[in-house]
């Protein structure tokens, strides 16, 4: 880990100067109020808070056309639905509510809420406005499924099976029937009913095909391609790696394999796709499966100084704690939400646009950074590779933190080095998994700060000029 921070730090500069440890009070407090600017929307079990997006025009658009119409039931779920588009699904519940004040037996208002409800983990309630939408129109596509998905969330697979059984004949296009079709299979698999699951695929309902990630997972499951190959260059998203993930998991999990299927559900909740059903499906195994075997805190310190050296940052994503990749995403926000800074994002991230960098998943966030420190200093890279690292022990701090100390032996230059390093894990439900280093806290801040800089002009115009980032 120091060694990836050093690298990191040493290539990112502001002007010509390396960034100045100096300043750290400074731009540390530029970082407070980050974590204001946005809603909490959801608190995980792991206590990892969630927020929702900035306003990219279309709330502002839906609420002129309402203040015009207040009463006006479509332009309200055209609220409502906005809010949902940026994560603002608290506040679309309160928009759904205030149209059932006045339209009290309206179901597709029964369906949106529902559905929101659901993506902030409130399941009973979901499951009650889902159901009156029902009995109110049973046509509606939205309501069964949204429907099944909730069933499933409680275990009750057969009642699942049952809804995406009437959602699927009415689903609107080849994308919801590819996404029908695969929790159909999935809620008859899970229900015992494996002869019904597979001729369900082999009517092929979902034809012609939908192209996203339902699709890809129905490939796996008729044997199509293997669970290495789900995953393609361009799923990048969190929600995407949140859903081909969980669907990865379950196959293994109805082939009866907990230890792979743990891990995909473990990268599903790793991917910070919060909103996705397949993240939230994730969450919901990995608290009913039995306990695996946890490896040490030394081990999984062995695994990431691996990684490192084989560049496999995903590998090194995925034993890093989701706490603190998405510590390091709130951190990193102007990256996210900052309309002017393309190329420093393209740098750091490999996208460009601001859209491009709100769909990366935190591992993928996490993964780019790595990259980055990579190709900034193959020499650094080279050196490590070749260096010998001894696990010296570990300092417990408490019984879910543990900071486990190494010496690392290298030749720089024709020079031996010796340097001695931390690594600090805290306890998880996937395990012992990596803390942030101070250094990386650091180096957002440093972004942070010099792109505030470079964006605001001086306040005296006989002063020089502020450093610009390269």
Not at 56 to 73: C, H, M, Q, V, W
Not at 126 to 145: E, F, K, V
Not at 202 to 226: F, V
């Amino acid at each position: 880990m120091g060694i990836w921070n050093s690298t990191l730090m040493g290539h990112f500069q502001i002007g010509r100067a390396d960034y100045n440890m100096a300043i750290m009070p400074t731009v540390l407090s530029l970082l407070a109020p980050l974590c204001l600017l946005q809603a909490v929307e959801y608190r995980s079990p792991a206590n990892v808070e969630y927020r929702a997006q900035r306003d990219t025009g279309a709330i502002a658009r839906a609420d002129s056309a309402l203040a015009k119409d207040p009463r006006n039931i479509d332009k309200i779920i055209a609220l409502g639905v906005a809010q949902s588009g940026v994560r603002q699904y608290r506040e679309a519940i309160e928009t759904f509510s205030r149209g059932l004040k006045i339209a009290p037996n309206n179901a597709l208002l029964y369906r949106w809420r529902g559905h929101r409800y659901l993506s902030v983990r409130e399941f009973d309630k979901a499951m009650q406005d889902l159901q009156r939408g029902a009995r109110l129109d049973s046509t509606i596509y939205g309501i069964w499924y949204h429907l099944g998905i909730v069933r499933f969330v409680k275990r009750d697979f057969a009642g699942a099976a049952q809804a995406f059984t009437r959602a699927l004949p009415i689903a609107p296009d080849s994308g919801e029937r590819a996404g029908a079709t695969d929790w159909l299979w999935m809620s008859l698999s899970r229900a015992g009913r494996a002869a019904d699951a597979k001729a369900l695929l082999d009517r092929h309902p979902d034809k012609p095909n939908g192209a996203n990630a339902y699709a890809q997972r129905l490939r796996l499951y008729r044997g199509e391609i293997g669970p290495d190959s789900v995953f393609t260059r361009a799923d990048t998203s969190d929600i995407a790696i949140a859903t081909l993930s969980y669907g990865v998991g379950n196959w293994y999990l109805v082939r009866g394999d907990t230890a792979r299927a743990r891990g995909y559900f473990q990268r599903s909740v790793a991917s910070g796709g919060w909103p996705a059903f397949g993240f939230i499906m994730s969450e919901v195994e990995l608290r009913t499966l039995p306990p695996a075997t946890m490896e040490t805190p030394q081990q999984v310190t062995a695994r990431m100084i691996d990684a490192m050296r084989a560049n496999d940052w995903h590998e090194m994503a995925t034993l890093m704690d989701p706490r603190a990749l998405h510590q390091l995403r709130e951190f990193l926000s102007i990256l996210f939400d900052t309309p002017n800074v393309d190329q420093v994002r393209k740098d750091l991230l490999g996208v460009s646009t601001v859209a491009e960098a709100q769909a990366l998943s935190d591992t993928a966030m996490f993964e780019a950074l790595l990259r980055y420190s990579t190709n900034s200093s193959p020499e650094l890279a080279n050196v490590f590779r070749s260096a010998k690292v001894q696990i010296l022990g570990q300092v417990n701090e408490g019984p879910d933190t543990v900071h486990v100390v190494y010496r690392m032996q290298m030749t720089v230059e024709a020079t031996p080095v010796t340097t001695m390093d931390v690594v600090s894990l805290t306890r998880s439900a996937a395990g012992w998994r990596g803390l942030l280093k101070a250094d990386m806290s650091a180096f957002a801040a440093a972004i942070r700060a010099a792109i505030q800089r470079d964006q605001a002009p001086p306040a005296n115009p006989n002063e020089p000029p502020l450093p610009q980032l390269r």
